[in-house]
C-alpha cells in the first residue's frame, strides 16, 4: 500500500511540474508587455528598464522559470503591480477559501439533492416521477451557468429580495450570514453537477438492480430501502467518485463564470482581472493553484478506489 501511495504522489508531483513549465512558457508568449502595463502610458526609458530588470524580464526564460519555482515552493510569488500587496497573500489566504467554499457549497448541494433524486427515479422507473425527474436533470445539464445566475439573482434577489446578489461572508466567521450569502451561487454552479448526478446515480442503479446478488437479497427477505441503499448504492458509489474527481476541471471552470456575476472575490475573478491587466505572476499563481486542487482530488479519487472495493487493493 505505501509503494502504491509512493508511486502516485511521484506521478503527481511529474504532472504539476510539466503543467508549471508549460502554463509558464505560454503565459511568456501570451501577448502585451506587463511593465508597460504597470508604468501606465508615460515613462522613460530609464524607468522601463529598471522595471524590466526589478521583474527579472531581462533573463532567459530557464532563468525566469527557475526563480518563479523556487519562490513558488518557497511561498515567494513576488507582489501584484495592480493591488500592491504579496501574490501569496492575495492568492492563497484571500482568493483561495472564496472558491474552495464555493465549490464545496455547490459539490454539497449537488450531492444532497442528486443522489436521493436518482434513487428516487430508479426506484420508480417508467413513471411520471421518473419522466419528470428526467426532463428536470437535462434542463439542468442544458442550463448555462451565467444566464442561471443571472435569472436567480432577477427572481430571488431583485424582485423577492430574499438573497443577497453579490458579496462573499466567511462561512467561519459567520456561518449562518455565510450560508445566506453562499445560497444563490451555490445554487447556480450545482445545478449541471446535481443533473449529471441525477442521470449517473440512476443509470447504474438500474443496472445493479438488475444484478443476481439483489435478487437474493429480495428472496432473503431484505426490506426495499436496505436493497437500494446497501446493496444497489454500493455498485454506484465508484462511477460517482470517478465522475466527481473528473469533474472538478468543469466546477472550477464554472466557479469563474458564477464569481463574476455574483461579484465573488476568488480564484476565478482574481485570473479574470489578472489577464486583463497583465498581471502573469498571478495568472501563473492561480493556474498552479486549480492545477494543484484538480490533480489533488484525483489523487484522493485513487485512493479511494481500494476502500470502495477492496478486490483493487494492491497486493
Known amino acids: ?43 522613460s526609458q530609464e524607468a522601463y528598464a529598471s ?26 510569488w513576488g507582489r501584484s503591480y495592480v493591488g500592491r500587496t504579496p501574490i501569496f497573500q492575495y492568492a492563497f489566504v484571500e482568493a483561495l477559501p472564496v472558491t474552495l467554499t464555493l465549490a464545496a457549497s455547490a459539490l454539497f448541494l449537488a450531492i444532497l439533492i442528486g443522489v436521493p433524486l436518482g434513487v428516487l427515479s430508479a426506484a420508480r422507473q417508467d413513471t411520471i416521477l421518473d419522466a419528470g425527474t428526467a426532463a428536470l436533470s437535462l434542463t439542468g445539464t442544458a442550463f448555462p451557468s451565467f444566464y442561471l445566475g443571472i435569472l436567480l439573482i432577477w427572481i430571488f434577489g431583485v424582485h423577492f429580495g430574499l438573497f443577497p ?19 444563490l451561487p451555490a445554487l447556480t454552479l450545482s445545478t449541471y453537477f446535481m443533473a449529471m448526478i441525477v442521470r449517473l446515480v440512476r443509470a447504474n442503479l438500474i443496472e445493479a438492480l438488475q444484478q443476481p446478488y439483489v435478487a437474493a437479497a429480495r428472496a432473503r427477505g431484505e426490506s426495499e430501502r436496505r436493497v437500494i441503499w446497501l446493496h444497489g448504492m454500493r455498485n454506484v458509489l465508484m462511477p460517482l467518485v470517478t465522475v466527481l474527481g473528473l469533474q472538478l476541471g468543469a466546477l472550477l471552470q464554472g466557479a469563474v463564470l458564477t464569481e463574476t456575476v455574483f461579484s465573488l472575490p476568488g480564484v476565478g475573478q482574481m485570473i479574470t482581472n489578472a489577464v486583463l491587466n497583465r498581471e502573469y505572476l498571478v495568472v501563473q499563481a492561480g493556474v498552479m493553484m486549480t492545477g494543484c486542487l484538480f490533480i489533488f482530488v484525483n489523487l484522493l479519487v485513487d485512493l479511494a478506489y481500494p476502500w470502495l472495493d477492496p478486490r483493487l487493493k494492491p497486493r
Open 1 to 43: 500500500m505505501l509503494l502504491f501511495v509512493g508511486r502516485k504522489l511521484a506521478q503527481t508531483i511529474f504532472i504539476l511540474l510539466m503543467v508549471s513549465i508549460v502554463s509558464f512558457t505560454l503565459l511568456k508568449l501570451a501577448p502585451g508587455d506587463p511593465v508597460q502595463m504597470a508604468l501606465g502610458s508615460e515613462y
Open 51 to 76: 522595471l524590466t530588470h526589478e521583474m527579472g524580464l531581462d533573463q532567459s526564460l530557464v532563468v525566469q522559470y527557475g526563480h518563479w519555482l523556487w519562490g513558488f515552493i518557497t511561498g515567494d
Open 165 to 183: 446578489t453579490m458579496g462573499f461572508v466567511a462561512p467561519w466567521q459567520d456561518f449562518l450570514d455565510g450560508v445566506y450569502h453562499m445560497t
